[in-house]
């Protein structure tokens, strides 16, 4: 057990509706990290945030968004979803900013998203 | 652009045997590396990881190597064991910034 928890576990929703992930972080780490995996792709980073702000942007969409909240827990808001965002997600955490050699990221067991 | 490239899918080696994963880079400012492993249903774990000022770093059965010049890194594991079986990732980042990842090798240690 990695102490990052993400919920919902399986979300299945049809094209064009908005779902929200959530992720909470290990106890202490204030950095969070989204990440894409879609089938036969590997982990495609999406955004992170420390601290409440936003820290580095990777490969995400328009219509996807995030934030930080005071308690750090973190959520991953889709939009308008479409049938190529079906995807497993996964949030990590570290205590640090930066990705550095003793900064490592723990991973939640991911939510598998759906799009019908 | 992948920039992280792990060519081999897959790869099956035989239990005491050494499993040797490969990961090739091609962004000459990666200066950190790690490998996760990853089972199924469940996040990435985090396995080892190297600097760009080294070219070995050993943790018990596992040992990764750098080699610049190639822009190549290799894990090894020695001696496999069944529980190994799992996929690993490559990764990498400069300066601190994002990871940048590969798409993963499925190792197979049979019995």
């Known amino acids: 057990d990695s102490g990052v928890t993400q919920t919902p576990k399986h979300l299945i929703t049809a094209t064009g509706q908005r779902v929200t992930l959530r992720c909470s972080p290990r106890?202490?780490?204030?950095?969070v990290y989204w990440y894409q995996q879609s089938l036969d792709q590997g982990l495609q980073f999406l955004i992170q945030?420390?601290?409440?702000?936003?820290?580095a942007k990777g490969n995400i969409l328009e219509r996807f968004s995030a934030q930080q909240f005071p308690d750090l827990h973190s959520e991953l808001n889709l939009s308008s979803l479409e049938l190529g965002d079906s995807a497993l997600y996964f949030c990590?955490?570290?205590?640090?900013?930066?990705?550095?050699?003793?900064?490592?990221?723990?991973f939640g067991p991911g939510t598998r998203l759906t799009v019908l | 652009d992948q920039q992280v490239k792990q060519n081999s899918p897959s790869l099956s080696v035989q239990e005491g045997r050494i499993s040797i994963l490969n990961c090739d880079y091609t962004?000459?400012?990666?200066?950190?590396f790690l490998w996760y492993k990853k089972y199924p249903a469940e996040g990435p774990t985090f396995l080892i990881s190297?600097?760009?000022i080294k070219d070995k770093n050993e943790d018990g059965r596992f040992t990764v190597f750098l080699n610049k010049s190639a822009k190549h890194l290799s894990l090894h594991i020695v001696p496999s064991q069944p529980g190994d079986s799992a996929v690993y990732f490559c990764?990498?980042?400069?300066?601190?910034?994002?990871?940048?990842w590969g798409l993963g090798t499925s190792l197979a240690v049979n019995p």
């Open positions: 990590a955490s570290s205590p640090r900013r930066t990705v550095g050699f003793s900064d490592t990221q723990y």
């Open positions: 106890s202490g780490d204030l950095s």
């Open positions: 945030y420390y601290n409440g702000e936003e820290r």
């Open positions: 962004n000459s400012m990666f200066d950190y």
């Open positions: 190297i600097s760009s």
């Open positions: 990764a990498a980042s400069a300066d601190g910034r994002k990871l940048i």
